[in-house]
């Protein structure tokens, strides 16, 4: 479809995450005509979904609740967790000066409000310079009444992570699960479910907005008061090129062909492809050898950015590791479609007390409360079967009515929906439980018989569980000794199968320390990527809570600036 009209601009932002966002908005700060374009009818992408962490070492909330952190701290933590395999260390150091500068801008300048979470530690606790606390921030609770008709217009938060419909934020999780032990904790769980009725009956659905809803709230807020025009159900289908120079592209509006002319730049922050089956096969080996894993990104995911960014004459690099990994449930809903779970690390189930994971030969191949990326790696390496790659989470009637497992809820809400459609798998003993989903009961029973042993006593002698502060914040504080440690031993006993399932993708278009996509050594004139369309900078590896939208935030705003002459 030849394009019919010209729509002139500066800046061209194809995509309405973290990344397009902040881009947009920077380069609007310093006078730029920038115009928005969305692929899909909603707006906020995989970011809307998630749980909104950014990690930004040094930010000012660091600085302001007096937790203590340095550049070089940050520096040598990088080193230790990239390796060899990091992206070109001047876009780490990029990242490191500009997170505190991104933080500063959006809280000073735009309708962003940012929170700390205090009390998460950074992922790899043996590595010098990490911190045990504060380098993840994220969005302020957003109330979507201030959005107006836009706020209908959102990407709604993944069903199966909310509580009985209500998103919430890991300051709340502790009252959910304390709500049948704790007056206030009741208090406070019955105070939110009849603000989610309220909410449901006169706007149809919750409007307050947390986590990643929050974030991309905010950033749409501050979009609309800059009067950026945002152009929904949108798509790019090629880019504009004229003597090798990126002038915008030729896009499909409400089935009317359009060339966007961008002046000054075109940023690509699609998401990345979690959902382009020809990248996958590309990219992970255990698809080209037949294996599948499931993605917990928004389905427009798929690879635009990429294939608009090749066809420009820009690079794509793998940097060894092309997926952020969590393990997922595959949830039968009620309208017989299947979603994946993403079983993360904000109040999940994996290293809570009373909970194991095995293999499919019945024995445990990991520590259960690393983060959810590391425990997929080990899944790759231990749970491969002729069915495809995938393990057992177990645990007591203790821990199930305790925290919950996958999308069955705690207590009192009732497991007998998930036991009858086969989510959840029982029995009375561990040896019926292992006959029942296809596991040895000897080996089983031996697993369990071990691990509860040493667990009575608080101890984990094969992998370490419970022993630093990560593996607490993924426990449960109030129990002792080991906040992450409870034998298996009151029945009837619970399975869930996991799989593999990513986050978001990790490879992406090679781009130099001010976003630019590259071309061999030199950049594509005027193209820039961000967010998950960007090679991760981390080079695969994962340093903390947000290390993928922190860099999109910072990176967004880099490119914002780099755009106007300002970096």
């Given amino acids: 479809m030849a394009p019919s009209d010209v729509f002139k601009c500066d800046v061209l932002v194809v995509g309405t995450g973290a990344g397009g966002l902040s881009s947009a908005i920077t380069a609007r700060s310093h006078g730029l005509d920038v115009v928005i374009i969305e692929k899909s009818?909603?707006?906020?992408?995989?970011?809307?979904?998630?749980?909104?962490?950014?990690?930004?070492?040094?930010?000012?909330?660091?600085?302001?609740?007096?937790?203590?952190?340095?550049?070089?701290?940050?520096?040598?933590?990088?080193?230790?967790?990239?390796?060899?395999?990091?992206?070109?260390?001047?876009?780490?150091?990029?990242?490191?000066?500009?997170?505190?500068?991104?933080?500063?801008?959006?809280q000073n300048q735009t309708s962003m409000k940012f929170l700390l979470q205090?009390?998460?530690?950074?992922?790899?606790?043996?590595?010098?310079?990490?911190?045990?606390?504060?380098?993840?921030?994220?969005?302020?609770?957003?109330?979507?009444?201030?959005?107006?008709?836009?706020?209908?217009?959102?990407?709604?938060?993944?069903?199966?992570?909310?509580?009985?419909?209500?998103?919430?934020?890991?300051?709340?999780?502790?009252?959910?699960?304390?709500a049948t032990r704790s007056l206030r904790s009741l208090a406070y769980v019955t105070r939110r479910l009849i603000e989610r009725l309220y909410d449901k009956c006169f706007y149809g659905r919750s409007v307050r907005l947390v986590n990643g809803n929050a974030l991309v709230a905010r950033?749409?807020?501050?979009?609309?008061?800059?009067?950026?025009?945002?152009?929904?159900?949108?798509?790019?289908?090629?880019?504009?090129?004229?003597?090798?120079?990126?002038?915008?592209?030729?896009?499909?509006?409400?089935?009317?062909?359009?060339?966007?002319?961008?002046?000054?730049?075109?940023?690509?922050?699609?998401?990345?492809f979690s959902h382009d089956e020809l990248s996958k096969r590309d990219f992970y080996r255990h698809v080209q050898t037949g294996s599948r894993h499931y993605s917990a990104a928004d389905t427009i995911a798929n690879g635009d950015g990429l294939r608009l960014g090749k066809a420009a004459g820009g690079r794509v690099t793998d940097p060894g590791n092309a997926g952020y990994w969590t393990p997922v449930s595959l949830f039968p809903r009620r309208d017989g479609t299947i979603s994946p779970f993403p079983h993360s690390s904000n109040g999940g189930d994996r290293g809570k007390p009373g909970f194991i994971a095995v293999s499919p030969a019945g024995k445990r191949f990991?520590?259960?409360?690393?983060?959810?990326?590391?425990?997929?790696?080990?899944?790759?390496?231990?749970?491969?079967?002729?069915?495809?790659?995938?393990?057992?989470?177990?645990?007591?009637?203790?821990?199930?009515?305790?925290?919950?497992?996958?999308?069955?809820?705690?207590?009192?809400?009732?497991?007998?929906?998930?036991?009858?459609?086969?989510?959840?798998?029982?029995?009375?003993?561990?040896?019926?439980?292992?006959?029942?989903i296809g596991i040895d009961p000897t080996t089983l029973g031996q697993t369990v018989a071990w691990f509860n042993t040493n667990a009575r006593e608080g101890h984990d002698p094969d992998f370490g569980r419970g022993q630093n502060v990560y593996h607490w914040f993924q426990g449960d504080l109030a129990h002792k000794p080991n906040p992450s440690l409870a034998p298996l031993e009151r029945a009837p006993f619970y399975a869930l199968k996991v799989v593999p399932g990513?986050?978001?993708?990790?490879?992406?278009?090679?781009?130099?320390?001010?976003?630019?996509?590259?071309?061999?050594?030199?950049?594509?004139?005027?193209?820039?990527?961000?967010?998950?369309?960007?090679?991760?900078?981390?080079?695969?590896?994962?340093?903390?809570?947000?290390?993928?939208?922190?860099?999109?935030?910072?990176?967004?705003?880099?490119a914002g600036n780099d755009i106007a002459g300002r970096a």
């Fill in 219 to 272: 950033l749409l807020k501050s979009a609309l008061e800059m009067q950026i025009p945002i152009w929904r159900s949108c798509e790019a289908k090629a880019v504009w090129l004229e003597d090798g120079v990126v002038r915008g592209c030729d896009v499909v509006h409400k089935d009317k062909a359009i060339r966007i002319d961008a002046a000054r730049a075109t940023v690509l922050a699609c998401g990345g």
């Fill in 41 to 106: 009818d909603r707006v906020g992408g995989t970011t809307a979904r998630s749980g909104g962490g950014m990690w930004i070492p040094c930010n000012p909330l660091e600085q302001d609740a007096a937790i203590p952190d340095s550049m070089a701290d940050a520096t040598a933590y990088l080193r230790g967790v990239t390796k060899s395999t990091a992206n070109a260390w001047s876009s780490i150091e990029a990242y490191l000066e500009n997170g505190p500068r991104m933080i500063e801008f959006f």
């Fill in 366 to 436: 990991t520590n259960e409360a690393v983060t959810y990326h590391d425990f997929v790696q080990a899944m790759f390496r231990e749970g491969q079967t002729k069915d495809g790659v995938h393990a057992y989470l177990l645990c007591d009637h203790r821990a199930i009515r305790r925290y919950g497992m996958g999308a069955a809820r705690p207590f009192p809400v009732p497991l007998g929906r998930h036991l009858k459609s086969g989510y959840i798998v029982s029995g009375r003993t561990i040896q019926e439980l292992a006959a029942r």
């Fill in 118 to 178: 205090s009390d998460m530690p950074d992922y790899h606790l043996d590595i010098p310079g990490h911190s045990l606390q504060g380098r993840t921030v994220y969005a302020a609770p957003f109330d979507a009444r201030e959005l107006g008709e836009w706020r209908g217009h959102m990407n709604a938060p993944l069903r199966e992570l909310t509580l009985f419909g209500i998103a919430i934020q890991r300051t709340d999780i502790r009252h959910f699960f304390s």
């Fill in 502 to 558: 990513d986050v978001t993708t990790l490879a992406g278009l090679a781009t130099d320390a001010h976003a630019r996509v590259l071309k061999g050594d030199e950049v594509v004139p005027q193209l820039y990527a961000v967010g998950s369309d960007m090679m991760s900078i981390f080079g695969g590896h994962t340093p903390g809570a947000g290390m993928t939208l922190g860099p999109a935030m910072v990176f967004g705003y880099i």
